[in-house]
């Protein structure tokens, strides 16, 4: 970890990603890679050695215990009912249900259309009533026989930004001069800075005008495999 990346970690806790570890756990794995990135932040956000290798591990070790699989939904549920509570990491959706009067929640891959969930949970996190996150569930068998429900969600972390924090952000922004966050930029889209110039550096940086300009046309005329396309899906999942 160099100069940068500790600035940035100090900058931005919890929210800065080593993508080679990405690539290193992501092949053995069927998992979205921003589970992956939201587990590599929390648990390998340092350069000693040793801890990184042990945060690599306890990844793993979440994504096995954690992760819903869509053929292992009568597990999970049996898992809950079975220990009274459990965590997962799912794509969590909140419905309202007009004839009941009420909200219920689902998770993706765990089945089950019928998950009571208090009302702080999706007020604090609006984006779940609006087509859902990916999130860290705990999830809780409800063992009173006259409910109509066997499930309630107990507690919820997101895993995606429910709400983009303008203020937290720009607060970090000031920490970095205009050649570092340029640099910062190049890095995020998977190239080395210190390896390029600045003229190929704002080449790179002329390629993302669409992401923060409305209507704004870009045609870029090249040989295959020149990294056209290569920004893009590397800079957001979106495009």
């Given at each position: 970890?160099?100069?940068?990346?500790?600035?940035?970690?100090?900058?931005?806790?919890?929210k800065v990603v080593q993508k080679d570890l990405l690539h290193q756990i992501k092949k053995g794995t069927n998992v979205p890679s921003f589970v992956l990135e939201f587990l590599l932040a929390k648990y390998c956000a340092s350069d000693d050695p040793d801890e990184v290798e042990a945060g690599?591990?306890?990844?793993?070790?979440?994504?096995?215990?954690?992760?819903?699989?869509?053929?292992?939904?009568?597990?999970?549920?049996?898992?809950?009912?079975?220990?009274?509570?459990?965590?997962?990491?799912?794509?969590?959706?909140?419905?309202?249900?007009?004839?009941?009067?009420?909200?219920?929640?689902?998770?993706?891959?765990?089945?089950?259309?019928?998950?009571?969930?208090?009302?702080?949970?999706?007020?604090e996190n609006d984006r779940i009533l609006q087509g859902g996150i990916w999130a860290e569930v705990t999830v809780c068998h409800n063992d009173i026989e006259d409910d109509d429900y066997a499930f309630y969600i107990e507690d919820m972390r997101p895993i995606q930004l429910s709400r983009f924090d303008l203020d937290s952000f720009l607060k970090g922004r000031e920490q970095f001069t205009?050649?570092?966050?340029?640099?910062?930029?190049?890095?995020?889209?998977?190239?080395?800075?210190?390896?390029?110039?600045?003229?190929?550096?704002?080449?790179?940086?002329?390629?993302?005008?669409?992401?923060?300009?409305?209507?704004?046309?870009?045609?870029?005329?090249?040989?295959?495999?020149?990294?056209?396309?290569?920004?893009?899906?590397e800079f957001s999942p979106y495009t």
């Open positions: 970890m160099d100069a940068l990346d500790q600035k940035l970690n100090d900058a931005y806790p919890g690599k591990r306890a990844v793993i070790e979440t994504i096995e215990t954690n992760y819903v699989r869509p053929d292992e939904a009568n597990k999970a549920q049996s898992t809950v009912q079975q220990k009274g509570r459990h965590k997962f990491i799912d794509k969590l959706h909140v419905r309202y249900v007009e004839k009941e009067k009420r909200h219920w929640a689902e998770m993706e891959n765990f089945n089950s259309r019928r998950i009571a969930v208090n009302q702080k949970f999706y007020r205009r050649d570092e966050w340029i640099d910062v930029i190049i890095r995020s889209i998977g190239l080395e800075p210190s390896k390029i110039n600045q003229r190929v550096k704002f080449h790179f940086l002329a390629r993302l005008f669409t992401f923060v300009e409305a209507n704004y046309s870009f045609i870029e005329l090249g040989p295959r495999s020149t990294g056209k396309s290569y920004n893009f899906s």
